[in-house]
């Protein structure tokens, strides 16, 4: 079940003119260190809503193992309401991936259990921009500004903590016989990065990966540069960094009307930073994908008892871009 909003968020628009965190490119320099986003100004960027009722049935030892409930036809779900839509929303849409997301705030709207032991749920959120496996939030460096929530219990192996597990991050806790229905218009808040790649990055890059980076790319063997096609988004890199770069390309005509010349060490520089700095850090959702885990440490797993658990979300998020090559 889900019902569809969606919301604009008013950024202050930035007037830099470097697209992507270059410090310097001195091709014999040691690795850049990674940008500092945190004072970053961002373009104005759209983001949508949506209602999801999450409902399992489960036993005891459902619960022990983990109970994973994946969000059925979630890429429907998650996609734009092309009815209300204007015009205008509905021409930078096209140039959005709808099959994944940016999660940008998840909050519980109600709960309900009739389990007798507290339980955790844990969300299937983040995957990996080159793989199909999930990635957690240490991969991504990501800060929650709500907390992150830790399960402490005690079993056979010991005592132990733990905050997600194979690719599912724990992001709420549901108490014995807890009923519970938020009133208003805001939920509780369970996830709220405070340390994203900024909104202007993921429109600008997050439609690439390391693979698609090299698309457009000319190699020869045993040269040492590179013909790039004019709309790659190296050309678009070193022609705003031409003064650190030395690679005035404004000023160069492109061969065969299309390429440009560029140093390989250069290319493969800017390729690797770009990657490690911004592409790698975007927490992508793969709609599909998604789903969540109810478990609990606590559960007698000798129970013979059924449970009914319904927990309803609010999941807030942003579509990235498609990038100049693929239009």
């Not at 205008?88 to 140039?95: A, D, F, I, R, S």
Request: hydrophobic share 35%.
């Amino acid at each position: 079940m889900s019902t569809l909003k969606q919301e604009t968020n008013h950024i202050a628009k930035t007037e830099s003119n470097i697209e992507v965190p270059l410090t310097s490119m001195a091709t014999t320099a040691p690795p850049l260190p990674e940008p500092e986003l945190s004072g970053e100004q961002q373009n104005d960027n759209k983001t949508y809503s949506r209602r999801i009722l999450l409902h399992t049935e489960c036993n005891a030892q459902d619960l022990a193992a983990g109970k994973f409930l994946k969000v059925t036809d979630a890429e429907r779900i998650f996609r734009p309401d092309f009815a209300v839509a204007s015009e205008g929303e509905q021409k930078e849409l096209q140039n959005c991936d709808l099959t994944r997301g940016i999660v940008s705030r998840v909050e519980i709207m109600s709960v309900y259990s009739n389990c007798d032991k507290p339980i955790v749920m844990g969300l299937k959120l983040f995957q990996r921009p080159d793989s199909t496996q999930a990635a957690n939030t240490n991969d991504l460096k990501i800060s929650n500004t709500a907390g992150w929530l830790y399960s402490c219990a005690e079993n056979k192996l010991g005592e132990h903590a733990s905050h997600g597990r194979a690719g599912v991050t724990n992001i709420f806790s549901i108490m014995p016989f807890e009923r519970t229905r938020v009133s208003g218009e805001t939920g509780q808040v369970v996830y709220s990065p405070s340390n994203l790649i900024g909104n202007r990055y993921i429109s600008q890059y997050g439609s690439y990966n390391w693979r698609s980076l090299w698309d457009g790319i000319v190699q020869f063997p045993n040269e040492d540069f590179y013909y790039l096609d004019r709309n790659h988004i190296v050309v678009s890199i070193v022609k705003r960094n031409w003064e650190l770069l030395g690679i005035p390309l404004d000023q160069e005509m492109p061969r065969e009307g299309r390429y440009y010349r560029i140093d390989s060490k250069v290319c493969d520089r800017v390729i690797s930073e770009l990657y490690d700095n911004v592409i790698s850090k975007i927490p992508f959702t793969k709609w599909d994908n998604m789903g969540a885990v109810f478990s609990s440490d606590h559960i007698d797993e000798s129970s013979d008892k059924e449970f009914n658990i319904s927990v309803e979300l609010r999941v807030s998020f942003s579509y990235p871009g498609l990038n100049d090559l693929q239009q």
